[in-house]
Protein backbone atom coordinates (compact mmCIF):
# COMPACT_ATOMS: atom_id res chain seq x y z
CA UNK A 1 0.00 0.00 0.00
CA UNK A 2 1.17 3.63 -1.13
CA UNK A 3 2.03 6.16 1.90
CA UNK A 4 0.62 9.56 1.05
CA UNK A 5 1.90 12.66 3.48
CA UNK A 6 0.40 15.86 3.58
CA UNK A 7 2.70 18.74 4.55
CA UNK A 8 1.77 22.04 5.56
CA UNK A 9 3.62 24.75 5.63
CA UNK A 10 2.95 28.30 7.23
CA UNK A 11 6.02 29.55 9.56
CA UNK A 12 5.90 32.73 7.62
CA UNK A 13 3.58 34.73 4.65
CA UNK A 14 3.14 31.34 2.47
CA UNK A 15 0.80 29.07 2.84
CA UNK A 16 1.15 25.92 1.70
CA UNK A 17 -0.15 22.15 1.72
CA UNK A 18 1.68 19.41 -0.52
CA UNK A 19 1.01 15.60 -0.98
CA UNK A 20 3.60 13.41 -1.44
CA UNK A 21 2.51 9.46 -2.89
CA UNK A 22 6.15 7.54 -1.46
CA UNK A 23 8.54 10.36 -1.75
CA UNK A 24 6.62 11.48 -5.12
CA UNK A 25 5.71 14.80 -5.23
CA UNK A 26 1.54 15.08 -6.71
CA UNK A 27 0.81 18.38 -5.82
CA UNK A 28 1.91 21.25 -3.77
CA UNK A 29 0.00 24.71 -2.92
CA UNK A 30 1.03 27.84 -2.04
CA UNK A 31 -1.08 31.00 -1.53
CA UNK A 32 1.34 34.09 -0.74
CA UNK A 33 0.34 36.74 1.16
CA UNK A 34 -0.14 40.34 -1.05
CA UNK A 35 -1.56 42.03 2.14
CA UNK A 36 2.47 42.74 3.99
CA UNK A 37 3.77 44.54 0.52
CA UNK A 38 2.87 47.80 1.86
CA UNK A 39 4.39 47.45 4.77
CA UNK A 40 7.84 47.02 3.37
CA UNK A 41 7.59 43.78 5.93
CA UNK A 42 6.19 40.77 6.84
CA UNK A 43 3.24 41.81 9.39
CA UNK A 44 3.11 38.70 12.24
CA UNK A 45 -0.50 39.65 12.90
CA UNK A 46 -1.81 39.95 9.24
CA UNK A 47 0.15 36.92 8.27
CA UNK A 48 -1.65 34.94 11.38
CA UNK A 49 -5.40 36.27 10.15
CA UNK A 50 -4.06 35.40 6.29
CA UNK A 51 -3.02 31.71 7.00
CA UNK A 52 -6.21 31.33 8.86
CA UNK A 53 -8.70 32.23 6.29
CA UNK A 54 -5.89 29.99 3.20
CA UNK A 55 -5.22 27.27 5.02
CA UNK A 56 -8.76 24.89 4.10
CA UNK A 57 -9.01 26.26 0.92
CA UNK A 58 -4.85 25.25 0.42
CA UNK A 59 -5.52 22.06 2.05
CA UNK A 60 -8.51 21.42 -0.19
CA UNK A 61 -6.78 22.35 -3.72
CA UNK A 62 -3.76 20.18 -2.30
CA UNK A 63 -6.07 16.55 -2.25
CA UNK A 64 -7.83 17.35 -5.02
CA UNK A 65 -5.03 18.17 -7.54
CA UNK A 66 -3.32 15.11 -5.99
CA UNK A 67 -6.37 13.04 -6.90
CA UNK A 68 -7.41 11.61 -3.58
CA UNK A 69 -9.73 12.03 -0.60
CA UNK A 70 -8.61 13.28 3.24
CA UNK A 71 -9.31 9.06 4.00
CA UNK A 72 -5.93 8.23 1.79
CA UNK A 73 -3.66 10.04 3.69
CA UNK A 74 -0.91 7.87 5.58
CA UNK A 75 0.29 11.00 7.45
CA UNK A 76 0.29 14.89 8.30
CA UNK A 77 3.98 16.66 8.06
CA UNK A 78 3.60 20.09 9.74
CA UNK A 79 6.43 22.98 10.29
CA UNK A 80 6.76 23.32 13.80
CA UNK A 81 8.99 26.32 13.83
CA UNK A 82 11.35 28.18 13.59
CA UNK A 83 9.07 30.87 12.46
CA UNK A 84 6.30 33.51 13.19
CA UNK A 85 4.51 32.15 16.32
CA UNK A 86 0.78 32.78 15.49
CA UNK A 87 1.69 31.42 11.42
CA UNK A 88 3.37 28.13 13.08
CA UNK A 89 -0.19 28.43 15.44
CA UNK A 90 -2.11 28.39 12.51
CA UNK A 91 -0.75 24.87 10.63
CA UNK A 92 0.06 22.88 13.52
CA UNK A 93 -3.13 23.44 15.25
CA UNK A 94 -5.27 22.60 11.57
CA UNK A 95 -2.54 19.26 11.30
CA UNK A 96 -3.79 18.31 15.35
CA UNK A 97 -7.54 18.40 14.00
CA UNK A 98 -7.14 16.55 10.87
CA UNK A 99 -4.91 14.19 12.24
CA UNK A 100 -7.65 13.72 15.17
CA UNK A 101 -10.11 13.59 12.54
CA UNK A 102 -8.77 11.08 10.42
CA UNK A 103 -6.92 9.20 13.38
CA UNK A 104 -3.81 9.51 11.36
CA UNK A 105 -0.31 10.33 12.72
CA UNK A 106 1.02 13.81 12.64
CA UNK A 107 4.62 14.77 12.25
CA UNK A 108 6.43 17.64 13.27
CA UNK A 109 9.04 19.09 11.17
CA UNK A 110 11.56 21.74 11.41
CA UNK A 111 11.39 24.20 9.09
CA UNK A 112 15.62 24.52 8.01
CA UNK A 113 15.81 20.52 7.76
CA UNK A 114 12.68 20.84 4.68
CA UNK A 115 15.11 23.43 3.01
CA UNK A 116 17.84 21.28 3.16
CA UNK A 117 16.33 18.32 1.75
CA UNK A 118 14.73 19.93 -0.81
CA UNK A 119 16.68 18.06 -3.36
CA UNK A 120 15.27 14.72 -2.28
CA UNK A 121 11.72 15.97 -3.71
CA UNK A 122 10.80 13.29 -6.44
CA UNK A 123 8.35 14.29 -9.38
CA UNK A 124 6.89 11.85 -11.44
CA UNK A 125 8.19 11.74 -15.22
CA UNK A 126 11.51 13.85 -13.72
CA UNK A 127 14.99 12.80 -12.98
CA UNK A 128 15.87 13.38 -9.63
CA UNK A 129 19.55 14.28 -8.81
CA UNK A 130 20.33 14.73 -5.22
CA UNK A 131 23.28 15.17 -3.18
CA UNK A 132 25.05 11.58 -1.20
CA UNK A 133 25.76 11.33 2.40
CA UNK A 134 27.65 13.09 3.62
CA UNK A 135 26.90 16.25 2.02
CA UNK A 136 27.36 20.37 2.99
CA UNK A 137 24.12 22.78 2.94
CA UNK A 138 24.55 26.12 2.03
CA UNK A 139 21.30 27.37 4.06
CA UNK A 140 20.77 30.93 3.47
CA UNK A 141 17.12 32.88 3.89
CA UNK A 142 15.51 35.69 5.34
CA UNK A 143 16.57 34.22 9.38
CA UNK A 144 19.42 31.95 8.72
CA UNK A 145 22.47 31.75 7.32
CA UNK A 146 24.11 28.29 8.28
CA UNK A 147 26.61 25.69 6.83
CA UNK A 148 25.04 22.41 7.79
CA UNK A 149 26.68 19.00 7.81
CA UNK A 150 24.28 16.45 6.53
CA UNK A 151 24.73 12.94 7.22
CA UNK A 152 21.51 11.32 7.03
CA UNK A 153 18.13 12.83 6.82
CA UNK A 154 17.50 13.04 10.71
CA UNK A 155 21.15 13.48 11.23
CA UNK A 156 22.37 17.30 11.36
CA UNK A 157 25.26 19.43 12.05
CA UNK A 158 25.58 23.53 12.00
CA UNK A 159 29.47 24.02 11.41
CA UNK A 160 29.24 27.67 10.84
CA UNK A 161 25.93 30.69 11.11
CA UNK A 162 25.51 34.13 11.04
CA UNK A 163 26.11 35.94 14.51
CA UNK A 164 24.12 38.74 13.38
CA UNK A 165 21.95 39.44 10.44
CA UNK A 166 20.59 36.54 7.77
CA UNK A 167 22.29 37.18 4.41
CA UNK A 168 18.47 37.57 3.46
CA UNK A 169 17.75 40.60 5.78
CA UNK A 170 21.19 42.09 4.46
CA UNK A 171 19.23 42.16 0.96
CA UNK A 172 15.95 42.85 2.42
CA UNK A 173 17.33 45.66 4.49
CA UNK A 174 19.63 47.53 2.15
CA UNK A 175 17.14 47.11 -0.54
CA UNK A 176 14.75 49.52 1.44
CA UNK A 177 17.67 51.95 2.88
CA UNK A 178 18.31 52.47 -1.01
CA UNK A 179 14.74 53.06 -1.67
CA UNK A 180 14.37 49.54 -4.00
CA UNK A 181 11.31 48.03 -2.26
CA UNK A 182 10.60 44.55 -0.77
CA UNK A 183 11.58 41.52 -0.77
CA UNK A 184 15.33 43.04 -1.62
CA UNK A 185 16.64 39.84 -2.93
CA UNK A 186 14.76 39.66 -6.02
CA UNK A 187 14.95 43.13 -6.90
CA UNK A 188 18.91 43.38 -6.45
CA UNK A 189 19.19 40.24 -8.32
CA UNK A 190 17.99 41.60 -11.36
CA UNK A 191 19.45 45.12 -10.83
CA UNK A 192 22.45 43.11 -10.88
CA UNK A 193 22.55 41.49 -13.82
CA UNK A 194 23.26 44.89 -15.86
CA UNK A 195 25.55 46.48 -13.09
CA UNK A 196 29.13 46.07 -12.41
CA UNK A 197 30.08 44.03 -9.56
CA UNK A 198 33.80 44.58 -9.49
CA UNK A 199 33.05 48.59 -9.60
CA UNK A 200 32.57 49.56 -5.71
CA UNK A 201 34.10 47.47 -2.87
CA UNK A 202 32.21 47.35 0.81
CA UNK A 203 34.00 45.91 3.97
CA UNK A 204 34.34 42.41 4.65
CA UNK A 205 33.79 40.80 8.01
CA UNK A 206 37.03 39.04 9.52
CA UNK A 207 35.12 35.96 11.45
CA UNK A 208 37.24 33.09 12.59
CA UNK A 209 36.02 29.76 12.02
CA UNK A 210 33.13 28.95 10.12
CA UNK A 211 31.05 31.43 11.63
CA UNK A 212 29.37 34.11 9.32
CA UNK A 213 28.75 37.95 10.27
CA UNK A 214 26.47 40.58 7.07
CA UNK A 215 25.90 44.02 10.18
CA UNK A 216 28.96 45.47 8.31
CA UNK A 217 28.94 45.15 5.15
CA UNK A 218 25.03 46.25 5.65
CA UNK A 219 26.69 49.09 7.91
CA UNK A 220 29.27 49.70 4.84
CA UNK A 221 26.25 50.30 2.26
CA UNK A 222 24.51 52.54 4.02
CA UNK A 223 27.38 55.08 4.83
CA UNK A 224 28.42 54.94 1.23
CA UNK A 225 25.26 55.59 0.11
CA UNK A 226 24.45 58.33 2.29
CA UNK A 227 28.45 60.09 1.51
CA UNK A 228 28.05 59.89 -2.50
CA UNK A 229 24.40 61.15 -1.92
CA UNK A 230 25.78 64.34 -0.04
CA UNK A 231 27.74 64.84 -3.30
CA UNK A 232 25.93 64.32 -5.81
CA UNK A 233 22.11 63.78 -5.06
CA UNK A 234 20.76 61.23 -8.06
CA UNK A 235 23.75 58.94 -7.45
CA UNK A 236 21.73 56.35 -6.37
CA UNK A 237 19.91 56.60 -9.55
CA UNK A 238 22.22 56.97 -11.98
CA UNK A 239 24.35 53.51 -10.43
CA UNK A 240 21.83 51.60 -8.65
CA UNK A 241 23.06 48.79 -10.86
CA UNK A 242 26.39 48.56 -10.40
CA UNK A 243 25.75 49.07 -6.65
CA UNK A 244 23.65 46.04 -6.32
CA UNK A 245 25.99 44.39 -8.65
CA UNK A 246 29.12 44.76 -5.73
CA UNK A 247 26.78 44.89 -2.85
CA UNK A 248 25.64 41.17 -4.28
CA UNK A 249 29.29 40.28 -5.34
CA UNK A 250 30.83 40.99 -1.69
CA UNK A 251 27.76 39.02 -0.35
CA UNK A 252 28.53 35.91 -2.22
CA UNK A 253 31.99 36.52 -1.45
CA UNK A 254 31.46 36.14 2.47
CA UNK A 255 29.19 33.43 2.14
CA UNK A 256 31.85 31.49 -0.36
CA UNK A 257 34.70 32.20 1.65
CA UNK A 258 33.51 30.01 4.75
CA UNK A 259 32.02 27.65 2.02
CA UNK A 260 35.13 26.67 0.62
CA UNK A 261 36.48 26.35 4.44
CA UNK A 262 34.06 24.11 5.34
CA UNK A 263 34.43 21.68 2.02
CA UNK A 264 38.24 21.85 2.87
CA UNK A 265 37.90 20.78 6.68
CA UNK A 266 35.72 18.48 6.33
CA UNK A 267 36.77 16.76 2.85
CA UNK A 268 33.23 16.61 1.52
CA UNK A 269 32.60 17.32 -1.71
CA UNK A 270 28.85 16.74 -2.40
CA UNK A 271 27.56 20.35 -1.84
CA UNK A 272 23.63 21.92 -2.14
CA UNK A 273 22.21 25.23 -1.20
CA UNK A 274 18.85 25.73 0.18
CA UNK A 275 16.43 28.48 1.42
CA UNK A 276 14.98 32.01 -0.02
CA UNK A 277 18.43 33.11 -1.02
CA UNK A 278 19.66 29.81 -2.55
CA UNK A 279 17.33 31.52 -5.78
CA UNK A 280 19.79 34.23 -6.35
CA UNK A 281 21.15 33.79 -9.75
CA UNK A 282 24.98 35.40 -9.11
CA UNK A 283 24.93 32.48 -5.64
CA UNK A 284 24.08 29.89 -8.14
CA UNK A 285 26.22 30.60 -10.99
CA UNK A 286 29.21 30.91 -8.58
CA UNK A 287 28.45 27.96 -6.38
CA UNK A 288 28.45 26.09 -9.92
CA UNK A 289 31.79 27.41 -11.30
CA UNK A 290 33.36 26.93 -7.67
CA UNK A 291 32.13 23.12 -8.04
CA UNK A 292 33.80 23.13 -11.76
CA UNK A 293 37.34 24.59 -10.36
CA UNK A 294 37.08 22.29 -6.62
CA UNK A 295 36.11 19.39 -7.90
CA UNK A 296 32.68 19.38 -6.06
CA UNK A 297 29.74 17.80 -6.68
CA UNK A 298 26.72 20.27 -6.91
CA UNK A 299 22.77 20.58 -5.98
CA UNK A 300 20.86 23.16 -6.88
CA UNK A 301 17.40 23.24 -5.81
CA UNK A 302 14.44 24.02 -8.75
CA UNK A 303 13.49 27.55 -7.95
CA UNK A 304 9.82 26.66 -7.17
CA UNK A 305 11.78 24.90 -3.82
CA UNK A 306 13.70 27.52 -2.92
CA UNK A 307 11.21 29.74 -1.41
CA UNK A 308 8.74 28.03 1.63
CA UNK A 309 6.60 25.32 0.30
CA UNK A 310 4.94 22.51 1.97
CA UNK A 311 6.37 19.92 -0.63
CA UNK A 312 9.61 20.15 1.05
CA UNK A 313 7.60 19.91 4.50
CA UNK A 314 6.20 16.58 3.48
CA UNK A 315 9.49 15.25 1.91
CA UNK A 316 11.26 15.92 5.47
CA UNK A 317 8.27 14.49 7.23
CA UNK A 318 8.39 11.15 4.92
CA UNK A 319 11.87 10.49 6.03
CA UNK A 320 10.75 10.79 10.21
CA UNK A 321 7.66 8.93 9.50
CA UNK A 322 9.93 5.98 7.32
CA UNK A 323 11.89 6.26 10.58
CA UNK A 324 8.87 5.52 12.94
CA UNK A 325 8.59 9.04 14.06
CA UNK A 326 5.33 10.40 15.31
CA UNK A 327 4.73 13.47 17.14
CA UNK A 328 2.40 13.53 20.15
CA UNK A 329 -0.92 15.76 20.28
CA UNK A 330 0.34 18.28 23.00
CA UNK A 331 3.47 19.41 20.84
CA UNK A 332 3.53 23.05 20.61
CA UNK A 333 4.73 25.25 18.09
CA UNK A 334 8.15 27.02 18.38
CA UNK A 335 9.66 30.27 16.99
CA UNK A 336 13.35 29.42 17.77
CA UNK A 337 14.96 26.48 17.35
CA UNK A 338 18.72 26.60 18.42
CA UNK A 339 19.82 23.26 16.84
CA UNK A 340 18.26 20.51 14.25
O1 LIG B 1 13.38 30.97 2.77
P1 LIG B 1 12.57 32.20 2.61
O2 LIG B 1 11.47 32.20 1.59
O3 LIG B 1 11.92 32.65 3.95
C1 LIG B 1 12.55 32.56 5.17
O4 LIG B 1 13.36 33.44 5.48
O5 LIG B 1 12.23 31.55 5.86
O6 LIG B 1 13.59 33.37 2.28
C2 LIG B 1 13.19 34.69 2.06
C3 LIG B 1 14.43 35.50 1.74
C4 LIG B 1 14.19 36.99 1.67
O7 LIG B 1 15.18 37.65 2.42
C5 LIG B 1 14.36 37.31 0.17
O8 LIG B 1 14.83 38.61 -0.09
C6 LIG B 1 15.37 36.26 -0.24
O9 LIG B 1 14.96 35.09 0.47
N1 LIG B 1 15.38 36.01 -1.69
C7 LIG B 1 16.44 36.30 -2.46
C8 LIG B 1 16.07 35.98 -3.79
N2 LIG B 1 14.79 35.50 -3.77
C9 LIG B 1 14.39 35.51 -2.46
N3 LIG B 1 17.65 36.80 -2.13
C10 LIG B 1 18.52 36.99 -3.14
N4 LIG B 1 18.23 36.74 -4.45
C11 LIG B 1 17.03 36.24 -4.81
N5 LIG B 1 16.77 35.99 -6.10
Redesign the pocket.
Known amino acids: MSDYILGIES??D?TSAAVIKDGFLMSNVIASQQVHKDYGGVVPELASRAHEQNIVPVVSQALDKAGIKPTDLTAIAFTRGP?LLGSLLVGTSFAKALGVALNIPIIMVN?LQG?ILADFIKQPDKENRHPSFPYLCLLV????SQIVRVDNPLDYEILGQTIDD?V??A??KCSKMMGLGY????I??KLAKSGDPDRFQFAKPQIPGLDYSFSGVKTSLLYFVRDQLKEEPDFMEKNKEDICASFQKTLIDILLSKLIKAAKQTGIREITIG???S???G?RNRIEEEGRNRGWNTYLPEFKF???NAAMIAIAGYFHYLHGERTPLDVAPVSRIADF
Open positions: SCDGHHSGGNAGEFDPGGPIDGGVANSLTTD
